[in-house]
């Protein structure tokens, strides 16, 4: 049969299409005119707009293949083991966009000082959906900069350093974190891998890692247990390991397989064992976590800034499909339960947008000398942006599903991906409970009052609390302190007290961003973003219920 003959098939509904990623972005803009000199905007812009621009065909051209997926090859043909990991075409070219866009380097650019990291995560977030999950590497090699730069050890950072941060995709080095074993994410105090000398002194790691997604890069940096060293989360040691050798083999390194995930595909997350692989310890042999406390606090704010990401895309595709798509009459966007669903869900973006692009500014200003107040409020503040961005990106993926009727469950539009790929969120680097947890180490005594004098501060900025804002996080701050001397009964309303900070938080920003962008650019869509979060409640406090509890998890026992 000739095509021209082919029956007609009546409507057919166009997919939606992404404009330039960057010039799209009203939120994005109006934050990046704020807070960045005009100088620094108009040289990284060209580079947004390049980013904007690849995002946009990267979508486009995603539509048109099948799905890639990397691939573990574990013998030759002659049976030699091999264990060579293949992968998608994403991620061949991802080192080369990494190092062109200095997605890792620009963060640490010194002419750039405090808003480097504000430039960077610029970057990220407008890269990271088209990287298909690149950014996972990238994030963890940006962890490992933090972790050496802290440590103080002057030879790895001379060796090191100028690999991860090189604008060369021939000399980028990428890294992995080995941390999670079959015992413990969570609990790493439970690590099994033991540090072990060898006949020259040298050291080496024996265990096994569960979850690895980087063992495609150069570098990992590990958690391990001297022999003979004690138990428990103090006595774990931090390593750097090359994962080859100087004739390219693996460093006693086992790639086992790659985990068959429900999202994140791309993404080539293996399980190792590590036997008798050369590792060189970054510090002192013991206190390992707190060494790598300043990498967790970086891939968090790259979890956070990607989540956002994702919210974004989700955001725009769900608009141009509603722009198109009619129903009973009219584009989805005319009806109005349709527009208010969509228009809720855009006020949470920004409110959420606020919160993380804040930490990072946050996190420049501290790496740059910033004050004590800075560092508290970056250490309260960095577990309440992850954690909140992380079931928000969920749940707007999820909306973004339903929001495209049948069609949004149809694996070839490209949208169930997004809500698949934004379950990792809340799992990777601290599940929601864990970040909630750690917030309220992060608040304990008076470091919640940083927080409160810090929203005080920005609604004086904003010109008033309309809101009731002030009064959502002063209640937070009443359950923290009421339950201070109830270890139980607090944990079991962490959750609560962190996403009522983090939306508290998040409005308080909003609320100067909406004066600026009206005193400033005429717009009042800030303002009204600002109303409608606050319009559907920002706290989120329970009170405990602990015999209720008690009697659902332990099946009626008291
Ligand atoms: C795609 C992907 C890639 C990953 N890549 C890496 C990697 O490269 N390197 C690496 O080291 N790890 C990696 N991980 C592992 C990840 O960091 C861990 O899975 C995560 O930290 C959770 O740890 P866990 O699996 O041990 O879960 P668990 O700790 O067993 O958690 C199970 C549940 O218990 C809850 N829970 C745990 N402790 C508490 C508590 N004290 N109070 C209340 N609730 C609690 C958690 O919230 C969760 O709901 C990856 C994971 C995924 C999914």
């Not at 390593?239 to 083999?249: H, I, N, P, Q, S």
């Amino acid at each position: 049969m000739n095509i021209d003959d082919a029956p007609a098939t009546g409507f057919i509904q166009p997919g939606p299409t992404l404009a330039n990623t960057f010039d799209d972005d009203r939120a994005l803009r109006s934050h990046l005119r704020r807070v960045l000199p005009g100088e620094l905007l108009a040289v990284a812009g060209t580079d947004y707009a390049a980013l904007g621009e690849h995002a946009a065909k990267a979508w486009e051209s995603a539509r048109s293949r099948t799905p890639e997926a990397p691939r573990l090859v574990q013998w030759d043909a002659w049976g030699t083991r091999v264990d060579r990991i293949e992968t998608t075409r994403a991620w061949q070219h991802g080192p080369v966009l990494a190092a062109r866009f200095g997605l890792v380097a620009t963060g640490h650019e010194a002419a750039h000082g405090a808003h480097a990291r504000v430039d960077q995560f610029a970057r990220v977030y407008l890269h990271h959906v088209a990287s298909e999950f690149f950014t996972c590497p990238l994030a963890m090699s940006d962890g490992a900069v933090a972790a050496l730069k802290a440590s103080g050890n002057a030879a790895l950072c001379a060796r090191v350093l100028p690999r991860l941060l090189s604008r060369d995709p021939d000399r980028l080095w990428i890294s992995g974190q080995w941390m999670t074993e079959t015992a413990g994410g969570s609990d790493v105090g439970r690590t099994a891998t033991v540090a072990r000398r060898d006949a020259q002194g040298r050291w080496r790691l024996h265990g096994r890692k569960w979850f690895t997604s980087a063992v495609i890069g150069e570098m990992a940096l590990a958690l391990a247990r001297r022999e003979g060293a004690g138990d428990g989360a103090d006595a774990l040691a931090l390593f750097l390991v090359e994962t080859r050798d100087a004739e390219g083999c693996w460093n006693g390194i086992r790639v086992d397989r790659l985990k068959d995930k429900l999202g994140t595909r791309e993404l080539p997350t293996a399980e190792i064992h590590l036997e008798g692989s050369l590792a060189e310890p970054v510090g002192d042999l013991a206190h390992g976590v707190r060494q790598v406390a300043p990498m967790l606090n970086v891939t968090r704010t790259w979890n956070a800034v990607c989540a956002l990401a994702t919210m974004r895309r989700c955001l725009a595709l769900t608009l141009a499909h509603a722009r198109r798509r009619e129903a009973f009459g009219h584009a989805l966007a005319r009806l109005p339960l349709h527009r208010a669903t969509l228009a809720a869900l855009q006020a949470e973006f920004e409110a959420a947008f606020g919160l993380v692009f804040f930490v990072v500014e946050l996190l420049g200003r501290v790496e740059h000398g910033g004050g004590d107040a800075d560092q508290a409020l970056l250490r309260a503040l960095t577990p309440l942006a992850k954690l909140w961005t992380a079931k928000l990106a969920v749940r707007i993926a999820s909306e973004t599903c339903e929001a495209f009727g049948g069609a949004g469950y149809i694996e070839d539009t490209g949208i169930p991906l997004l809500l698949r790929d934004a379950q990792v969120y809340p799992i990777w680097e601290g599940t929601t409970n864990v970040l909630a947890l750690d917030a309220l180490r992060a608040l304990r005594g008076d470091r919640i009052r940083h927080v409160l004098h810090a929203a005080d501060a920005l609604l004086v900025e904003a010109g008033g609390d309309a809101h009731g804002i002030a009064a959502a996080l002063g209640a937070a701050r009443d359950q923290l302190d009421s339950l201070e001397h109830s270890r139980d009964e607090l944990e079991s309303v962490a959750r609560g007290i962190a996403l009522t900070l983090a939306r508290g938080f998040a409005a308080a920003l909003l609320a100067r961003h909406a004066r600026w962008t009206r005193e400033q650019q005429g717009n009042a869509q800030t303002g009204a973003a600002l109303s409608l979060f606050a319009a559907h409640g920002i706290s989120r406090l329970r009170a405990p219920a602990m015999d209720a509890v008690a009697m659902l998890v332990d099946n009626g026992a008291p």
